[in-house]
């Protein structure tokens, strides 16, 4: 039998997440969308009040989440911030691989260190020439004696300036190519890492986003996650697990959007009546409640997919994040339009989050990446 209740655990994950974000992540929303800044009094409190590294097990300090557990913490971000909510998110991207491919031993010392600093990673995965096409990464790590020798770019790269590890994409053999990636983590203080002046983002201001390069940079081989050329494994698999995340975070900022608006269109007064009892006004609303319905069904559906075992998530993960950012798109674009110049202005957040919910459709693989995964795995 099928049944959508959350369970009283998960419903606690909702509770607390949501209690968070209309304390803590709404009232500085604006203020790091001015900024442009990383959120840093966000992030340590989050780390005060146990939100951070959900997906870690509990014996390393995280919170042992599933991934259905860690989408719907994701939504409840999100529908504050998308742009916060990426910078705590974007921290569990790092973590993945480790969670992943690390052994025990590198994650009681890695993981446990992140914590006590209450410090972040960052995925260093997309390079100038290789964003979707991860076997285009160009990024060498060349064994010498005892250590390996780093050198390429790594370019829109999240938490990059504020990151303590690095958790690098790279190639060990350049005849090989990617069949010998390989994941590493590195830390970020280590000589020959350089990193560039942040870029400047339309929106998602509340995250931060570099370029770094990697000048001879020499890391123990004890700092390898894995074996050598199983890096394509780890970055596959790792969108698997977070492109619902993704989704979620598109979730939580279109059911934002929707009900800002929905509560602005019953309280604007024209021509005798509210908005919203225009027809045209309704049935917007009524449609940008439907998607945001489904949406949620397909982030539901992909995590629990993923968490159960099947052996192919990755085609419901990429539908959710596809759908689910297409309709954040849409329904903050609605909500815009319902607002008119009010929805236009600073004085409302839901310009913000139209411009917040345009990212969702590019990272982690653009849309249109998403529908040839998805081609690929309906045609197998």
């Known amino acids: 039998m099928i049944d959508f209740s959350l369970t009283k655990e998960q419903q606690g994950i909702v509770d607390k997440y949501r209690d968070f974000t209309n304390r803590v992540i709404i009232p500085n929303r604006a203020k790091y969308d001015e900024l442009a800044e990383f959120p840093w009094d966000v992030v340590k409190q989050a780390y005060d009040e146990g939100l951070m590294n959900g997906p870690v097990a509990k ?66 995965l997309t390079e100038p020439n290789a964003g979707s096409d991860v076997a285009g990464i160009k990024t060498s790590a060349i064994k010498k004696g005892d250590k390996y020798i780093i050198n390429g770019h790594k370019r829109f790269i999240t938490n990059a300036e504020v990151a303590s590890y690095l958790t690098v994409f790279a190639i060990t053999d350049p005849k090989r190519g990617a069949r010998s990636l390989t994941t590493f983590l590195v830390p970020a203080d280590l000589p020959g890492i350089e990193i560039k002046p942040r870029m400047q983002k339309m929106g998602q201001r509340g995250s931060v986003q570099n370029e770094i390069l990697f000048h001879d940079v020499e890391l123990p081989v004890e700092n390898i996650i894995g074996r050598e050329g199983q890096g394509f494994i780890f970055a596959m698999k790792t969108f698997d697990r977070t492109r619902t995340g993704v989704a979620a975070l598109s979730l939580g900022t279109a059911r934002s959007a929707f009900e800002i608006s929905k509560n602005w269109a019953k309280n604007r007064i024209q021509f005798g009546k509210p908005i919203s009892a225009n027809q045209a006004i309704g049935f917007m609303l009524a449609e940008m409640a439907t998607k945001i319905e489904l949406a949620r069904l397909i982030t539901w559906k992909a995590a629990w997919y993923y968490d159960k075992g099947f052996r192919t998530p990755g085609t419901l993960s990429a539908m959710s994040k596809y759908y689910a950012s297409d309709i954040a798109m849409e329904v903050t674009t609605d909500a815009v339009q319902i607002m008119a110049g009010d929805g236009y202005s600073k004085d409302y957040p839901v310009e913000k989050m139209m411009r917040d919910a345009k990212l969702c459709q590019i990272y982690e693989g653009t849309n249109q990446v998403q529908r040839l995964v998805i081609s690929k795995g309906i045609l197998k």
């Open 59 to 124: 014996e390393f300090g995280g919170n042992g989440f599933s991934i259905l557990d860690s989408a719907l913490s994701s939504e409840e971000t999100g529908a504050g911030c998308i742009g916060i909510g990426i910078s705590i998110d974007a921290n569990t991207l790092a973590l993945t691989p480790w969670v992943l491919g690390a052994t025990r031993e590198q994650k009681k010392k890695y993981i446990g260190e992140l914590i006590e600093r209450k410090a972040v990673a960052a995925y260093c």
